[in-house]
């Protein structure tokens, strides 16, 4: 190649042989970009569109797009690990203590002490700040996956890319984004805590999964796997009780106290902590909750309770579909790969 | 698999050495949904939902600015143009195009501010600061010599040079086919060697 071409390669991408002008300018230049935080912003009057009239064509519209964008990042990643920079202090990648712009190849770990923070670039799909006192480790990042292991500490995630093509590893779950913005909490036992700020979130363990819109938060622990999400501004009663249905055996004696609560402290917005529980448990608790449920939001036309206690998907879709939630077209348009895996 | 276009057909280059514009911008279809997904959420009065968008197009807006005025005074445009499209959201009628609607927002404001401050010139980074090294001097002269280009050029190594974008991300942002960034910047590199004496 001659050095005319491989100074193009190097300016298009920004790999292959560093052209030594090229990187020169890079380097002078670097400290005129940007480095401004977000203005603070003003309330702004909610608005209501009115779009059902379009919803169709939106929705054939967005199909196309999420399946172009889909190829798109498929295409576009960048194999051989991720941008990492230092935001405080002096974390390691590799056991090596990082001061500027480093990488964290596939099979490396990073670790930050009670000082340091960094901030990892996930190829060109999102953003993933690595708070103190964490150990994140990259397990693959290729084409359609972009993968790592939070072992310990505390992530923020900020993914643009389309729905899984980045996937978090926790000791109790992998934590599956959905197009979204996240805070992520692994403690020393393994226990996670995922909080959403927009967008979603799966939760998924041996079979189990959670779906966590924005402003709901899920625990998840070893052994059982995640637990039930719900709202973080739930009553804490309901909160409790779920602690004790999620993570407890079976036997265990308090369970029909805690479902009592659940059931009993729940408001229509907690419905979707309710849907989660349709499907888990025995099929006596399965039907007390059902019950309730169809209390809170309208019961689905033409499904029966016998196959939403059968676990019948159509059914249990049909469910959802009553919780009216504002992204419920976007998850429509999510789960069928995600269910057809 | 990289997003690797074949090398530019450097003769070809040679015929027509002008400035590739497209005739209309084109955004990748992900990008654009999720765009759109977030104009929709904002308008609502969602703000994370608009800090993503921050995040995604602030270097853009940026470079577009300091190509264009001051360095001085791009931080503090960079915030003007973000708040007005806040508060401008319900004027965008596609919110998949709202890259391209914050680039020309950024373009107009920097057009404003020439007019508003047409006898302000920038201080020299020697007068700025005492004993400024000759790295900094250098990097002044190359940044006004990248602003000497035509706009198509300057845009393009801007944003490549100053804010860190690789070529694919330029065209994912600005809505440029990957195959007119990759002219522009060939092209634009060429005649900054040329102007920089490389």
């Given at each position: 190649?001659?050095?005319?071409?491989?100074?193009?390669?190097?300016?298009?991408?920004?790999?292959?042989?560093?052209?030594?002008?090229?990187?020169?300018?890079?380097?002078?230049?670097?400290?005129?970009?940007?480095?401004?935080?977000?203005?603070?912003?003003?309330?702004?009057?909610?608005?209501?569109?009115?779009?059902?009239?379009?919803?169709?064509?939106?929705?054939?519209?967005?199909?196309?797009?999420?399946?172009?964008?889909?190829?798109?990042?498929?295409?576009?990643?960048?194999?051989?690990?991720?941008?990492?920079?230092?935001?405080?202090?002096?974390?390691?990648?590799?056991?090596?203590?990082?001061?500027?712009?480093?990488?964290?190849?596939?099979?490396?770990?990073?670790?930050?002490?009670?000082?340091?923070?960094?901030?990892?670039?996930?190829?060109?799909?999102?953003?993933?700040?690595?708070?103190?006192?964490?150990?994140?480790?990259?397990?693959?990042?290729?084409?359609?996956?972009?993968?790592?292991?939070?072992?310990?500490?505390?992530?923020?995630?900020?993914?643009?890319?389309?729905?899984?093509?980045?996937?978090?590893?926790?000791?109790?779950?992998?934590?599956?984004?959905?197009?979204?913005?996240?805070?992520?909490?692994?403690?020393?036992?393994?226990?996670?805590?995922?909080?959403?700020?927009?967008?979603?979130?799966?939760?998924?363990y041996g079979g189990r999964e959670s779906f966590i819109p924005k402003d709901a938060v899920c625990a998840t622990r070893p052994r059982f796997g995640p637990g039930t999400p719900h709202f973080a501004d739930a009553p804490p009663p309901l909160v409790e009780a779920l602690s004790i249905l999620d993570f407890s055996p079976t036997e265990n004696v308090n369970r029909a106290a805690a479902l009592d609560t659940v059931l009993v402290t729940a408001r229509p917005h907690d419905a979707l902590t309710l849907w989660h529980l349709l499907s888990r448990g025995s099929k006596e608790e399965r039907g007390r909750v059902y019950d309730r449920f169809v209390t809170l939001v309208p019961a689905p036309a033409g499904v029966t309770r016998d196959a939403v206690l059968a676990g019948d998907r159509r059914a249990l879709d049909a469910c959802w579909n009553q919780l009216g939630l504002d992204s419920a077209s976007w998850w429509r348009l999510w789960k069928s790969p995600w269910r057809e895996r | 698999m990289r997003n690797v276009l074949p090398p530019v057909d450097l003769a070809a280059e040679r015929a027509a050495d002008v400035p590739v514009r497209p005739e209309?911008?084109?955004?990748?279809?992900?990008?654009?949904?999720?765009?759109?997904?977030?104009?929709?959420?904002?308008?609502?009065?969602?703000?994370?939902?608009?800090?993503?968008?921050?995040?995604?197009?602030?270097?853009?807006?940026?470079?577009?600015?300091?190509?264009?005025?001051?360095?001085?005074?791009?931080?503090?445009?960079?915030?003007?143009?973000?708040?007005?499209?806040?508060?401008?959201?319900?004027?965008?009628?596609?919110?998949?195009?709202?890259?391209?609607?914050?680039?020309?927002?950024?373009?107009?404001?920097?057009?404003?501010?020439?007019?508003?401050?047409?006898?302000?010139?920038?201080?020299?980074?020697?007068?700025?600061?005492?004993?400024?090294?000759?790295?900094?001097?250098?990097?002044?002269?190359?940044?006004?010599?990248?602003?000497?280009?035509?706009?198509?050029?300057?845009?393009?190594?801007?944003?490549?040079?100053?804010?860190?974008?690789?070529?694919?991300?330029?065209?994912?942002?600005?809505?440029?086919?990957?195959?007119?960034?990759?002219?522009?910047?060939?092209?634009?590199?060429?005649?900054?060697?040329?102007?920089?004496?490389?």
């Open positions: 190649m001659s050095d005319e071409l491989k100074s193009d390669e190097y300016l298009w991408s920004g790999t292959g042989e560093p052209d030594a002008d090229i990187a020169q300018l890079e380097s002078l230049l670097a400290p005129y970009g940007h480095r401004g935080v977000m203005p603070l912003l003003p309330a702004r009057p909610v608005r209501r569109r009115a779009l059902r009239a379009i919803v169709p064509v939106l929705m054939a519209a967005a199909s196309l797009a999420l399946v172009a964008g889909a190829a798109w990042f498929a295409f576009a990643a960048r194999p051989g690990g991720w941008t990492v920079q230092s935001l405080a202090g002096t974390p390691s990648v590799g056991g090596n203590p990082i001061d500027g712009p480093s990488r964290l190849g596939v099979g490396q770990t990073l670790i930050t002490d009670a000082q340091s923070r960094a901030r990892i670039a996930v190829g060109e799909v999102g953003r993933v700040d690595v708070e103190p006192n964490s150990r994140v480790r990259l397990l693959e990042s290729r084409a359609g996956e972009h993968r790592m292991a939070l072992d310990r500490g505390q992530i923020r995630a900020r993914i643009w890319a389309p729905p899984r093509f980045f996937f978090v590893n926790t000791p109790s779950a992998v934590a599956v984004d959905l197009g979204c913005a996240y805070t992520l909490d692994v403690n020393d036992r393994g226990w996670g805590l995922v909080r959403v700020t927009h967008g979603w979130v799966a939760f998924e | 209309t911008a084109r955004f990748s279809g992900g990008q654009a949904a999720e765009d759109g997904r977030l104009v929709l959420a904002a308008r609502d009065g969602d703000r994370s939902a608009f800090e993503l968008l921050y995040d995604r197009y602030a270097r853009l807006v940026h470079g577009l600015l300091l190509a264009r005025v001051s360095r001085d005074e791009v931080d503090d445009l960079v915030q003007d143009v973000f708040l007005a499209a806040w508060r401008r959201l319900d004027d965008l009628r596609d919110p998949a195009a709202f890259g391209g609607w914050v680039a020309m927002i950024a373009r107009n404001r920097a057009t404003d501010f020439h007019r508003r401050s047409a006898d302000l010139v920038e201080l020299p980074d020697n007068l700025q600061a005492r004993g400024a090294s000759s790295a900094r001097a250098e990097a002044r002269a190359a940044l006004d010599a990248i602003r000497s280009l035509p706009e198509a050029y300057r845009d393009t190594l801007v944003l490549r040079l100053v804010e860190g974008l690789t070529g694919p991300e330029i065209a994912m942002r600005t809505g440029l086919t990957p195959a007119s960034v990759r002219v522009n910047l060939h092209r634009g590199m060429k005649l900054l060697r040329d102007k920089l004496g490389r």
